[in-house]
């Protein structure tokens, strides 16, 4: 198939693979759609298209639940050594790590993201998230219990691979979403349908070869592309899944929930945010301007856990603005694949309407513009400036809603009182993320117990690590990624007793 529009800064490998005729992984073969349906992919930097992609839609969806099911109930997956499991999932790491440079061309050139950000940030994100679950497959372990029912009865549980799991992911890290959903499930045993959010598939398919080519064995992963109502819904709701694990937008978020109820299958969620940064007067006032402004700013906004709320204590207030704003001013615009950019387009023309139109709407209802503003300047492409806006009041829009682009609303705070400060950052239906910038260490530990967040960061924003649980608190989401706490989310505990 034709590629309308690969930048000629990629490599040869990368445009090859943008080239092809893309197929989704179902049970163990790379396939069209059964329709023989496909959709473009654009480049978020022009406009144009880039490829096109498998349309799945119910039929396929089918195809490879069945492909899922019958590898999780006859399967070799879920019944393997569990070091040939880790063995699998490290050698799935080791092949992403020796392709990160095409693994970064491809998502910088489908998402719009910095290839150097790509290539510092998701695909090592990536290996290690890998690394660190291929670890926990030999360490899943139930517990032996003493019961108080008597002495003759012996107790322990089983942590068993929770069965066919749905996996449903966004564009904002296309590749490592994948891997945050992947890598824990599989190192359980579960067996898996992946979608890709329709905007960014290229790293996802990408992925699938890597997957088949370590050994993964025939539909204990399968990946497929489509939209959300035609692939995305009917997989959500399939009654041979046994575990839906979403991440996306809160509104879809309830939709996976009612999909869910049919068959009752768990569900996990990863939703919006609208995260508190705070800053008071006695912070490094550096730190803190370059770190709230790469809280809002990385990845363009478009990030679950940006730092889109910033109050600023109001002796430092008008220092603090003019710094965000000044880095703001000085962010260079350019396509992600050209070694000036500092941050690239938004990923796609609905994403970059709806940020301008935010923008627009807080500058109607009084806010004011300290940098950005609606208009980018840039002829082509769906570029966004990086916008600072105060003069806010709480009920804004602006201040509510999740904007997910590089857009900030300064707010400034004069509470000598945490109560006061700590109410108005949970003034929010979510709960992600959070920062606070201080060097009070007091006041640091009683601001992260305060605020009701899945992440609290102090005097840093952003900072993640396979390690770290992350999830959210109240419409953010139901459950964690990552850690030793995710495993919870492709795990039953089954508890046997023995009379002896
Ligand atoms: P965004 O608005 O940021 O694109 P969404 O929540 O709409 O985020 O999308 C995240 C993922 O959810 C994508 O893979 C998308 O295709 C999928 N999706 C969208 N609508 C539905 C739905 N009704 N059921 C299941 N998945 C959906």
């Known amino acids: 198939m034709a590629t309308l529009s690969i930048d000629p800064r990629v490599s040869g490998r990368t445009a090859d693979f943008v080239a092809t005729d893309h197929r989704m992984l179902i049970d163990g073969r790379f396939v069209p759609a059964a ?13 144009e298209i880039l490829t096109h992609v498998p349309e799945a839609e119910a039929e396929d969806v089918n195809r490879a639940v069945l492909a899922a099911r019958r590898a999780f109930d006859e399967g070799p997956w879920p019944r393997m050594a569990p070091s040939e499991r880790g063995r699998i999932l490290w050698k799935i790491a080791d092949l992403i790590e020796q392709h990160t440079d095409e693994f970064a061309e491809l998502e910088s050139l489908d998402n719009g993201k910095p290839f150097a950000v790509a290539r510092v940030a998701d695909v090592p994100l990536t290996v290690d998230m890998f690394r660190y679950m291929a670890g926990w497959a030999t360490k899943i372990s139930g517990k032996t219990l003493p019961l108080s029912a008597g002495y003759d009865f012996h107790s322990y549980t089983l942590r068993e691979p929770i069965g066919v799991v749905a996996q449903i992911i966004p564009w904002n890290f296309p590749l490592l979403m994948a891997a945050w959903k992947l890598a824990p499930a599989l190192a359980c045993g579960c067996t898996v349908i992946l979608k890709l959010a329709e905007q960014t ?63 009752l299958k768990k569900v996990t969620l990863e939703l919006g945010g609208k995260s508190p940064a705070i800053v008071f007067p006695d912070a490094k006032i550096d730190q803190a301007v370059s770190g709230t402004a790469s809280a809002i700013f990385f990845n363009h906004g478009q990030c679950c856990c940006a730092g889109s709320r910033l109050y600023i204590h109001e002796k430092v207030f008008d220092q603090v603005v003019e710094g965000v704003s000044n880095i703001a001013s000085d962010i260079k615009l350019a396509p992600g694949l050209d070694p000036s950019c500092q941050m690239g387009p938004l990923v796609s023309d609905e994403q970059y309407r709806k940020v301008v139109s935010y923008i627009e709407s807080g500058i109607a209802e009084g806010a004011r513009v300290q940098a950005g503003g609606p208009v980018s300047g840039v002829e082509r492409g769906y570029f966004v ?64 117990r305060g605020i009701r967040a899945g992440t609290v960061w102090v005097n840093c924003h952003n900072v993640f690590d396979a390690s770290l649980p992350f999830g959210g608190y109240k419409q953010s989401g139901w459950g964690r990624e990552m850690g030793e706490e995710v495993l919870n989310n492709y795990l039953e505990t089954k508890a046997v007793t023995v009379a002896l």
């Not at 329709?35 to 406009?47: C, L």
């Not at 839906?244 to 996976?256: D, N, R």
Request: aromatic share 6%; with cysteine.
């Open 385 to 448: 400036r990086p916008t600072v806006l105060t003069n806010t009041n709480p009920r804004m829009k602006v201040v509510q809603e999740e904007i997910f682009g590089p857009v900030v609303c300064a707010v400034p705070f004069g509470d000598k009182d945490v109560d006061a400060i700590l109410k108005r950052a949970n003034d929010t239906v979510f709960g992600l993320a959070s920062s606070v910038w201080t060097q009070d260490l007091s006041m640091a530990h009683k601001v992260a």
């Open 201 to 263: 598939p290229l790293t996802g398919l990408r992925l699938a070869q890597v997957m088949d080519e370590a050994g993964v064995p025939a539909g204990a992963v399968n990946v497929l592309t489509g939209f959300g109502e035609g692939a995305g819904a009917p997989l959500a709701a399939h009654d041979l899944v046994d575990k839906v694990a979403f991440t996306g937008s809160t509104e879809v978020g309830k939709l996976i929930v009612k999909a869910a109820a049919g068959n």
């Open 35 to 47: 329709s023989g349906k496909t959709f473009p992919v654009y480049n978020p930097a022009t406009g």
